[in-house]
């Protein structure tokens, strides 16, 4: 009976540990078209130092790293909008999360980008 107990207690922390919560996210909404919103995005995040380990337009979606602080993985999306198109991104810092407000400058300059290319 004690062996059952303590294999169902290990399966029950075994669960626990597997399952991660998404980062909260930041999101803005831009007037472009997920395609251009997205090589916007790619644009700016090589020129502030970020190495692209997926870029997929298919799923409108970036993974980066920060080549200056191991660790450090941002995920950036495009969703198509009735009008327009949500920028969204999230990242994480080692465990942790990273503060869905410290991607503002980063928002900020592709929403500048993609309304200078209008």
Same mark, same amino acid.
């Given at each position: 009976m =004690?062996?059952?107990l303590?294999?169902?207690?290990?399966?029950?922390? &075994?669960?626990?540990?597997?399952?991660?919560? =998404? #980062?909260?996210?930041?999101?803005?909404? !831009? +007037?472009?078209?997920?395609?251009?919103?997205?090589?916007?995005?790619? $644009?700016?995040m090589v020129?502030?130092g970020?190495?692209i380990r997926?870029? $997929?337009?298919?799923?409108?979606?970036? $993974?980066?790293?920060?080549?200056?602080? #191991?660790?450090?993985?941002?995920h950036? +999306? !495009?969703?198509?909008?009735?009008?327009? &198109?949500?920028? !969204? !991104?999230?990242?994480?810092?080692? &465990?942790?999360?990273? +503060?869905?407000?410290?991607? $503002?400058?980063?928002?900020a300059?592709?929403?500048?980008?993609? +309304?200078? &290319?209008?």
């Amino acid at each position: 009976m =004690s062996r059952l107990l303590i294999v169902c207690l290990l399966l029950a922390l &075994t669960a626990c540990a597997a399952t991660s919560t =998404s #980062p909260p996210e930041r999101e803005l909404r !831009v +007037e472009a078209s997920p395609e251009r919103a997205l090589a916007v995005g790619l $644009d700016v995040m090589v020129e502030r130092g970020f190495v692209i380990r997926m870029a $997929d337009t298919g799923l409108g979606r970036i $993974d980066a790293v920060r080549a200056a602080r #191991p660790g450090y993985v941002v995920h950036y +999306e !495009v969703r198509e909008a009735q009008s327009g &198109t949500w920028l !969204v !991104v999230s990242g994480r810092r080692g &465990t942790g999360i990273i +503060e869905p407000h410290r991607f $503002d400058p980063l928002l900020a300059e592709i929403a500048a980008r993609l +309304e200078a &290319t209008r």
